[in-house]
């Protein structure tokens, strides 16, 4: 997937969270992605920054769902969520050390 696509895929997420949660509680469940500092505006921000947002959003998306008492998101989907932001993770520490 090319930047401009993880970009354009990163602000969409963001309008489904917005959707979904309120902004009282967007403190609270998005911290990690809030401290983070990475938007969609930031064109400037890797690739990899871009990715590892996208599965912050995805898992917390994932969460914000679980917790409204939705029956159709199998928690296997949440675990997997949270596997790919440990690897993303990494990647980003191994991009940040290479430089």
């Not at 993303?88 to 980003?92: A, G, N, T, V």
């Given at each position: 997937m090319y930047k401009d696509e993880m970009i354009q895929l990163h602000q969409f997420l963001l309008y489904v969270l917005k959707y979904l949660e309120d902004?009282?509680?967007?403190?609270?469940?998005c911290g990690e992605y809030i401290s983070l500092?990475?938007?969609?505006?930031?064109?400037?921000k890797?690739?990899?920054?871009?990715k590892h947002?996208?599965?912050l959003l995805s898992t917390?998306?994932?969460?914000?769902?679980?917790?409204?008492?939705e029956d159709?998101?199998?928690?296997n989907v949440i675990i997997t969520l949270t596997e790919l932001v440990k690897k993303?993770?990494?990647?980003?520490n191994e991009?940040?050390?290479n430089f």
């Open positions: 902004e009282d509680k967007m403190q609270k469940t500092n990475i938007r969609p505006h930031h064109i400037h890797t690739k990899a920054e871009h947002a996208i599965f917390t998306i994932s969460e914000v769902i679980r917790d409204k008492g159709s998101l199998p928690t993303s993770r990494k990647e980003l991009e940040v050390d």
